[in-house]
């Protein structure tokens, strides 16, 4: 049976005006969609152009990458290995210590001592990246100068750290509303079988949130893979294929600033690969952000 329709949608004044705020939300809605098409047109465009000079095997599988400066050379993956050097190093630092945050706040803090914390934590993620960055050069680069001599300037330790305490508070809120939504009554089962916080909180509540928790962690990654100011001024604009945290890389995206700062022609080479490189960020980050929905959709807990 159908349900009956209490909008007043088509009735007289009420329903021009129904209509008439439908259509402005639509619109709010179609701006954002069509700003996305767009953004992957403009990409696409300008990728097409690159690899009709360059061919894709060569540009995904060699790793000189120099479009700029003669020898000129179009292998990304250097910037591809900057790039996750500093996911990994930020995910090292992140996800153990949000996850520990985000257990503190669900399971041991008490009300008060929540409500002074999590917005404190949340200020965290709204200071401007590219302070993040002057940190990085100014506290986190001198403190691991004092512990290993032989580090840089620019290096991705400093890079991946300070990317790393940028995304905590992305995965310990997340983490803890996922946590906080577990139904008490599971607590107390646990409780009434004689289990302790530690084990309620390890072995009911994380299990049982794991979904929402997978998927910080994935948006976290994601968000990491995107940071760009904080990347640049911290680990440099060094293409670079090394294993030696202390020595400076660049990132995809630090090279898509320095493109943009550089006095290079609009339409050569050297441009055209400002859009290869970016439609190959923009799939990485799609990709994180569709398999952050499938483990969200198929790992959630739903309870009665």
Known sequence: MSSADLTR???GIDGTKNRLIRYVFFACAAVTVLTTAGIIIVLVEGAVAFFREVSIVEFFTTADWSPIIRPRSY?????????????VGSAIVAIPVGTATAVYLAEYADRRVR????????????IPTIVYGFFALSFITPLLQQFFPETGTFNAAAGAIVVGVMVIPMVSSLSEDAMSAVPDELRQAAYGLGATKYEVSTDVVIPASVSGITAAYILAISRAIGETMAVTLAAGMHPNVTFNPLEPIQTMTAYMVQVGISDVSVGSIGYQSLFAVGITLFAMTLSMNLLSLWVKSRFREEYQ
């Open 9 to 11: 949608a088509g009735s």
């Open 75 to 87: 292998g990304v993956l250097p910037l591809i290995w900057g790039t996750m050097l500093i996911v």
């Open 115 to 126: 409500k002074i914390v999590k917005p404190t934590l949340e200020v965290l993620a709204g």
